[in-house]
Each structure stands twice: as C-alpha cells, then as structure tokens.
C-alpha cells in the first residue's frame, strides 16, 4: 500500500458566519468537528508495534481464533452419543490430546482421551468432561451423566471468524488489541502518521524555565504544560519555543511552526488589547477566526489557518490554557489524527460544594473526587497554576443557570478521561 497524505484543510475553514456572537460550547465543538479532517499521512508498520498507533485502514482477522476445535479444561473427551444418564464408565485410548501436542488418531465410540487445556479436539470427540468430576484407575474413567453435547470446548472460530473486522479505522491501538491482531495472524497494520504538536509560548514577561527570571518576569508555564499534554495524549510534542510580544519575531515562528508542526498551539496574546500580537498577525494572514466562545475559562479563542496549518491561539492564563487546550484542542486533535471525534464521557456525581452560577456561559471547575464526592478548588482565579495540579479533573457547569449544593449531581470530567 502506498503512503498517503491526505488534502489541506481549506483555509477559511475556522470561518464564522458574519454576526455570530458568544458561540455556545456545544456549537463550537460541532463547527471543530464538520470542518477538520485527518492531516496526517500513513504509514505500515508491525501490529505488534503498533500499541498508541491510529489505524488508517481496519484490520481484517487473517484466520479464526481459536484455529481449531481445543479443550476449556484438563480433563477427558469423548463422543457425546456414548454417554448415558447415570453412571458411565468408559475405557481410555493410549495417548492424549495437549496443548500443541494433538493426537494424530480416532477416539473410537464408547471410548475417553486424556485432553488438556488448550488441546484440539481429536477425531471422534466431541465433549469434555473436567477431570475433577471423574473417577479413575488409569485404564478407564467414570463419571455420572448426562452431560452437556459440547461441554467443555471452544468452537473453531468462536472468538473471531477468519476475515472478520476486528478493528475500526482510527481506533488507537491498546495492548489488548495487539493481543487480538496477534491471536488471529495479523502482521502488518497501516496507521497514521503520528500527528507533530507544536506550541509557541508569547509574551515579554515570560522567562525560560532554568534560567535565572528578572522580578518582573514569570516562567512560561504553558508551553511546558502544552507539550507534556501533547505527549500524553499520544501525539508528538515539538517544542517551538518562546517569542517575544513582537509582530515579526511572531511571524517567523509562526513559519518556522507550520512546516515542523501538524497544528501549532500558542498562548497569549490572543485577545484583541495593544499586545495581543497572536491576533493580530493572524488576522494579517486574513484566516483569522475569533471565536467568542460562551465559557469561562478560556474565552477568548482564535482559531486560524498559517501556511494551511491550522493554528489555535489560546489564552495566556495558564487555568484558561488548559481548559481550552482540554476541551477544543483535544477533540480537534483526534480529527487531525485520524482518530475521529471523541468527547469524554462525563460521570454524574454529587457534589462536596455550593455554588450558584449565572446563565449564559458554561464553566469549568478544577475539581476531584474524594469519597465519592466532587470536590473543587477554592479559589476560580485563572492564574492559580496550583489549583490545576490540585485538581484531577474538571466540574462543567451548565450553559444555563444552576444552583449546586451538596449532594447535587454534577458532571465530573476526570482528567483520565480526557487522555490525560
Ligand atoms: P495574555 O493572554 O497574553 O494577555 O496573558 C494573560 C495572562 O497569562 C498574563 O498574566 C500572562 O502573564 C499570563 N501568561 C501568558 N503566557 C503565559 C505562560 N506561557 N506561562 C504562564 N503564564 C502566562
Ligand atoms: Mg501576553
């Protein structure tokens, strides 16, 4: 099979209706889902290098599991139609059936077999009986029927039929799947490409981590955050480094960014005030889409196209980063990757807080679970760095109003369930 990389995504693609406003979460995520597509190529590789991989093409069984007919337990096979209600007793044949040692002959009717777990069936032998229900003196066995037709074995195929599909296109490979590829012969799988995440700190205040900052700077938080989360979610990090709040230094990186990176994450810098330089080139660059989006943390976002390299500007607070990183950049991800859309699944669980919170914007709490309660933390600064690595995970809030006391059900997205 050839290598394929697929079309660039269109440049207008992050384009809002003119007039829209304060786009809703739920809205947001449906326009990042119909207008992203995979980006990234194909490759074949060994299933069994495969664990974290996203399958570009499924996978077909290439013979069934199990092979042949083989035994559940270690016991005795025979023909069901010899056995009898009641006491049955039977002679054995010389030999036995084990597990990669098959019995070459033909049990004869009337007649038991020696079989182990794992062993195919003999000729002649239908049923097992479990050896801790039978009596023997090493030349016959006895036991008590009726017993089942079938006891004790597994049908050829009855796991998986050669030429099933047992794998979807974009799953990402887990080591039970590579089990599963394994068992029934698949070799070589084609996957995806691995989708390159590049992230661009802005800001003048900021300083390198391990260098020695003035008084006035703060260490960039954010690009580390952003790497780690892209390595975690099973991408590859690609470190663009830190830019100054200057227009041009912004601009060289953006290029720099577009050819060493599938999609480029910044933050900073992306609202629309004098050194909002993210936004502002962006919009040079004429793709520039602000997306109002009605949450807090995290508006606002700007979504453009660099070089036809979709670009995520996120804010600069680090609680906003990564909520919006968590909530838009991760699905968006999994589009670019082949992966499909994936939402995680929140779990409803009664809340350790109170709160009333205000119609028209969905919230996000840094939140965990502690005695089957959700808790969250005390303060909703967007700049306290200490409460997202307090948290494991996010309450969200409702778009509409919502009155929470203790023992209110509430949605709580474990940070595990993001991928994290
Ligand atoms: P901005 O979005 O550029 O206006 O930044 C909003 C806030 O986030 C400011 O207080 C910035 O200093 C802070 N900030 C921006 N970038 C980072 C970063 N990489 N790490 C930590 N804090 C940041
Ligand atoms: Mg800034």
Same mark, same amino acid.
């Not at 599909?165 to 996957?191: H, K, N, Q, S």
């Not at 995680?344 to 009333?356: G, I, Q, T």
């Given at each position: 099979?050839?290598?394929?990389?697929?079309?660039?995504?269109?440049?207008?693609?992050?384009?809002?209706?003119?007039?829209?406003?304060?786009?809703?979460?739920?809205?947001?995520?449906?326009?990042?889902?119909?207008?992203?597509?995979?980006?990234?190529?194909?490759?074949?590789?060994?299933?069994?290098?495969?664990?974290?991989?996203?399958? $570009?093409?499924?996978?077909?069984?290439?013979?069934?599991?199990?092979?042949?007919?083989?035994?559940?337990?270690?016991?005795?096979?025979?023909?069901?139609?010899?056995?009898?209600?009641?006491?049955?007793?039977?002679?054995? @044949?010389? !030999?036995?059936?084990?597990?990669?040692?098959?019995?070459?002959?033909?049990?004869?009717?009337?007649? *038991?077999?020696?079989?182990?777990?794992?062993?195919?069936?003999?000729?002649?032998?239908?049923? @097992?009986?479990?050896?801790?229900?039978?009596?023997?003196?090493?030349?016959?066995?006895?036991?008590?029927?009726?017993?089942?037709?079938?006891?004790?074995?597994?049908? *050829?195929?009855?796991?998986?039929?050669?030429?099933?599909?047992?794998?979807?296109?974009?799953?990402?490979?887990?080591?039970?799947?590579? $089990?599963?590829?394994?068992?029934?012969?698949?070799?070589?799988?084609?996957?995806?490409?691995?989708?390159?995440?590049?992230?661009?700190?802005?800001?003048?205040?900021?300083?390198?981590?391990?260098?020695?900052?003035?008084?006035?700077?703060?260490?960039?938080?954010?690009?580390?955050?952003?790497?780690?989360?892209?390595?975690?979610?099973?991408?590859?990090?690609?470190?663009?480094?830190?830019?100054?709040?200057?227009?041009?230094?912004?601009?060289?990186?953006?290029?720099? *960014?577009?050819?060493?990176?599938?999609?480029?994450?910044?933050?900073?810098?992306?609202?629309?005030?004098?050194?909002?330089?993210?936004?502002?080139?962006?919009?040079?660059?004429?793709?520039?889409?602000?997306?109002?989006?009605?949450?807090?943390?995290?508006?606002?976002?700007?979504?453009?196209?660099?070089? !036809?390299?979709?670009?995520?500007?996120?804010?600069?607070?680090?609680?906003?980063?990564?909520?919006?990183?968590?909530?838009?950049?991760?699905?968006?991800?999994?589009?670019?990757?082949?992966?499909?859309?994936?939402?995680?699944?929140?779990?409803?669980?009664?809340?350790?807080?109170?709160?009333?919170?205000?119609?028209?914007?969905?919230?996000?709490?840094?939140?965990?679970?502690?005695?089957?309660?959700?808790?969250?933390?005390?303060?909703?600064?967007?700049?306290?760095?200490?409460?997202?690595?307090?948290?494991?995970?996010?309450?969200?809030?409702?778009?509409?109003?919502?009155?929470?006391?203790?023992?209110?059900? @509430?949605?709580?997205?474990?940070?595990?369930?993001?991928?994290?």
């Amino acid at each position: 099979m050839t290598d394929l990389t697929p079309p660039p995504l269109a440049n207008d693609c992050f384009a809002l209706p003119p007039g829209v406003d304060w786009t809703p979460v739920d809205e947001a995520l449906a326009a990042l889902r119909d207008r992203l597509a995979p980006v990234t190529g194909t490759e074949t590789i060994r299933a069994v290098d495969g664990l974290g991989r996203i399958l $570009a093409v499924p996978v077909i069984a290439g013979r069934s599991n199990p092979p042949q007919p083989n035994s559940a337990v270690d016991g005795y096979g025979f023909a069901h139609a010899g056995v009898v209600p009641g006491p049955n007793r039977m002679p054995l @044949v010389e !030999g036995r059936s084990a597990a990669g040692e098959p019995f070459p002959g033909t049990v004869p009717p009337g007649h *038991a077999i020696r079989i182990l777990t794992g062993a195919t069936i003999p000729a002649g032998v239908d049923t @097992v009986i479990l050896q801790e229900d039978i009596a023997t003196d090493g030349q016959n066995i006895a036991f008590h029927g009726p017993l089942k037709p079938g006891a004790n074995t597994r049908r *050829a195929g009855e796991d998986v039929d050669d030429g099933d599909e047992i794998l979807p296109v974009g799953r990402r490979l887990t080591p039970a799947d590579i $089990a599963l590829m394994t068992a029934v012969g698949v070799d070589r799988i084609e996957v995806r490409m691995p989708l390159r995440v590049g992230v661009i700190s802005t800001g003048d205040e900021l300083a390198e981590a391990g260098t020695k900052a003035r008084a006035d700077q703060i260490y960039d938080a954010n690009r580390p955050m952003l790497l780690a989360m892209a390595a975690r979610l099973g991408f590859v990090p690609v470190d663009l480094g830190r830019v100054a709040d200057d227009r041009d230094s912004l601009r060289a990186a953006m290029d720099a *960014a577009s050819t060493a990176a599938d999609v480029i994450l910044t933050s900073g810098g992306a609202s629309a005030g004098d050194e909002d330089h993210v936004s502002a080139l962006l919009k040079e660059s004429g793709s520039l889409s602000h997306w109002r989006i009605a949450i807090k943390p995290g508006r606002p976002l700007a979504l453009a196209m660099w070089n !036809g390299t979709p670009v995520f500007g996120l804010p600069g607070n680090p609680v906003a980063a990564m909520v919006t990183a968590l909530i838009f950049a991760r699905p968006a991800f999994g589009m670019l990757a082949g992966e499909g859309w994936n939402l995680p699944e929140p779990l409803l669980l009664p809340a350790a807080f109170s709160k009333s919170k205000k119609p028209g914007r969905r919230e996000y709490l840094r939140a965990r679970l502690r005695d089957g309660r959700v808790e969250v933390f005390g303060s909703e600064g967007s700049g306290r760095i200490s409460g997202l690595s307090w948290a494991e995970g996010l309450v969200e809030l409702p778009d509409e109003a919502a009155e929470i006391a203790p023992g209110t059900l @509430v949605r709580y997205l474990p940070y595990a369930a993001f991928g994290l």
